[in-house]
């Protein structure tokens, strides 16, 4: 049909331009649709080629339209679930926040508590330290009031009774007390302690303790001690006893007294020393007290170290002893051998003093009571 009208058409123009016969009309009309045929035919290929192109471009574009349709859908669902992912993180990361905001507020409030803690503990600080430096000084005026007594009562014994032992005790006292506080201001005591145990341990001991002792041993002993006069009884004794031993006989009795009789009209004696004096039983009592008395002040003259009054009072007791009683007993032998040893020993030594310590402990103090 559309050819048809092509052809129709150029006639219906050009008749009225050309004026031509409808014979030649026709004719040209033939003679244009068998020249047109071949283009009709070349035209409808190319429409149907066109056609086709159309349909595949149509189908490509449909594919690549539901193509692209099925990844923006999917697209879209994937942006949906990461939105709604995202949405739900973010719900998370707002309670998170509120969380770790009221975290803060909490921790904020506990600083503030904190601060105001350590702020009243740094005044407490401050106040026990104040009231520790007055403990710790008015405790090392103790102490060194206490070391000053101590240091002057040994200082006493050691001038009045020589008892090194005693000073040195007391300055090792002090000197552990003084080690014990810690205090590097107390260094110039020490090193004045250190200096008099120094001088005081090369002093050659003296045990008085032990003097003493052996003093009252001879003391307990001298009530023990036999008579001299008593020795001169033992003869008599003896015969009285032997006389005793014969009474089995009247005779032997009577024989044996009447030659006791004679015997007492004639004594011969060799007489070698004086006779040891007779006692009654009352000035033998006061002899035994008047001796311990003797061995008590040479035992205080040891303790005052009065070397002059210590051996005159052994000196008289080893008289007595030796005038009074038997010095054939061995008890007294024992005392005189006791009264010996005691008699050598030499009371005679220079005992230092430890004023040294004293002094440094007193200037301590007044240095110390003039700072303050």
Same mark, same amino acid.
């Given at each position: &049909?559309?050819?048809? *009208? ?6 219906d123009?050009?008749?009225?331009a =050309?004026?031509?016969?409808? /014979?030649?009309?026709?004719? +040209?009309?033939k +003679? ?29 574009? +449909? ?22 992912? $995202?949405?739900t993180?973010?719900? *998370? ?5 509120? @969380? ?12 503030? !508590?904190? *601060?105001? #803690? ?10 026990? =330290? ?6 710790? #000084? ?8 206490? $070391?000053? @007594? ?5 200082? @006493?014994?050691?001038q ?12 090792q ?7 014990? /506080? ?6 110039? $005591?020490?090193?004045?302690i250190?200096? *008099? ?25 001298? =009530? ?18 032997? /006389? ?43 002899? #035994? ?14 303790? &005052? ?12 007791? %080893?008289?007595?002893? #030796? ?6 007993? !061995?008890?007294?032998?024992?005392v ?8 050598s020993?030499?009371? =005679? $030594? ?11 402990? %007193?200037?301590?103090? /007044? ?6």
């Open positions: &049909m559309e050819p048809t *009208d092509s052809k129709d058409a150029p006639a123009k050009e008749a009225p =050309d004026k031509e016969t409808p /014979a030649q009309a026709e004719t +040209a009309a +003679a244009a649709d068998r020249a047109s045929q071949p283009a009709r035919a070349r035209s409808g290929g190319a429409i149907f080629l066109a056609l086709v192109a159309i349909v595949l471009a149509a189908g490509l574009a +449909a594919l690549s339209w539901y193509d692209a349709r099925a990844r923006i859908d999917a697209t879209q669902t994937e942006l949906a679930r990461r939105l709604r992912d $995202i949405e993180e973010s719900r *998370d990361a707002r309670t998170l926040a509120q @969380q770790a905001q009221a975290s803060v507020r909490a921790v904020q409030t506990r600083l503030g !508590k904190i *601060d105001s #803690r350590i702020a009243e503990l740094q005044s407490q600080k401050l106040a026990l =330290d104040s009231l520790y430096q007055d403990l710790t #000084r008015n405790r090392d005026d103790l102490q060194l009031a206490e $070391i000053q @007594q101590v240091l002057t009562i040994a200082s @006493q014994q050691l009045l009774s020589g008892n090194v032992h005693a000073a040195l005790l007391a300055l006292f002090a000197d552990k007390q003084l080690a014990r /506080a810690d205090r590097p201001q107390f260094l110039p $005591i020490r090193r004045a250190a200096h *008099d145990i120094e001088r005081l341990s090369a002093v050659p001991v003296l045990d008085v303790p032990g003097l003493s002792l052996r003093i009252d041993g001879v003391v307990a002993a001298v =009530d023990g001690l036999p008579l001299a006069f008593d020795e001169r009884a033992k003869p008599a004794a003896a015969v009285a006893a032997a /006389a005793a031993s014969g009474n089995e006989r009247f005779l032997a009795r009577l024989g044996a007294q009447v030659w006791r009789e004679l015997r007492k009209l004639v004594v011969l004696r060799k007489v070698e020393s004086p006779e040891p004096p007779l006692l009654p039983p009352s000035q033998t009592y006061f002899l #035994r007290q008047n001796l311990k008395l003797r061995l008590l002040n040479a035992r205080l003259s040891l303790l &005052m170290r009065d070397e002059a009054g210590y051996r005159g009072d052994l000196k008289a007791a %080893r008289t007595w002893v #030796r005038q009074y009683f038997d010095t054939h007993s !061995k008890r007294v032998g024992d005189l051998a006791q009264l010996e040893q005691l008699s020993v030499s009371l =005679d $030594i220079q005992v230092p003093s430890i004023s040294e310590s004293l002094e440094a402990v %007193r200037g301590f103090k /007044a240095r110390r009571e003039g700072g303050s």
